[in-house]
């Protein structure tokens, strides 16, 4: 299908903004040139729906994305740096209070759809049900959901209830993406040993991709861009 797009195409150093020109001329230039050119360019985005425990989930028409974690790993952090914005997903004052599955339209192309935070350790146990019934319910209900990214604290081994999630995501049918977050928190010479181990006790299958990922110097950022491209691509 012929689309006018406007994308970012990078050449070297620098960084070219192509406007008002076919999708199959941004993949011949690709070729010819052999540099990447993102289709995820920011232009909008907007928090659409919240949908709490009783709530009914969105019967949406675009791709969605959804993002996973335990409290305070970071993804309120993650999401904003795709969106290239600094607050729009905040992050709760009291972890583990954010009850609520979140869905930020993005450029009107797709979802990103923020999971509650889990393994807070203070929540009650009936608190803790209804958290694991939200996400569970939106896993089996979704009726758009492309992609699931895990995210997962660099610096430690993953937590039971990391565990729980992976199987959680993988027993729903989908191969979750492992986002390794706080990358700017270990030293370089740490990186490999903690992926290993990452992958080691979640049980990660060898072609399960992880990626390190720091909000404070957008490293692995253009990976995900990658990613989320691919699921904007299954929809041309």
């Known amino acids: 299908m012929v689309g006018i797009v406007e994308e970012n195409a990078v050449l070297g150093d620098g960084v070219f903004r ?17 540099e990447r050119i993102w289709r995820m ?7 659409e729906t919240v949908c709490g425990v009783t709530s009914k989930l969105p019967d949406t028409q675009l791709p969605e994305v959804a993002f996973a974690g ?32 979140n869905f930020y339209n993005v ?8 999971l509650p935070g889990y393994g807070y350790a203070k929540a009650n146990e009936a608190v803790k049900a209804q958290w694991g019934k939200m996400v569970e319910r939106y896993l089996h209900k979704s009726g758009q959901l492309k992609q699931v990214f895990l995210l997962v604290d660099i610096r430690h081994a993953p937590s039971e209830n ?18 390794a977050t706080k990358l700017d928190k270990i ?31 957008k490293q692995g950022r253009d990976e995900i861009y990658e990613l989320l491209d691919a699921v904007l691509e299954e929809k041309i």
């Open 18 to 34: 192509l406007s008002g020109i076919s999708q199959e001329f941004l993949y011949y230039f690709q070729s010819i040139f052999g």
């Open 41 to 47: 360019v920011i232009k909008q985005v907007s928090l």
């Open 70 to 101: 335990k409290s305070n790993v970071g993804k309120s952090s993650l999401i904003n740096a795709l969106m290239n914005r600094k607050s729009l997903a905040r992050t709760s004052s009291q972890p583990g209070k954010t009850q609520t599955i």
């Open 107 to 114: 450029n009107a192309a797709l979802y990103f759809v923020d």
């Open 162 to 179: 990391d565990r729980i999630m992976y199987d959680w995501i993988t027993d729903s049918g989908y191969q979750p993406v492992i986002i």
């Open 187 to 217: 030293k370089r010479s740490q990186l490999q040993g903690q992926l290993k181990q990452i992958r080691s006790v979640l049980g990660m299958k060898g072609d399960d991709i992880i990626i390190p990922f720091s909000s404070e110097t």
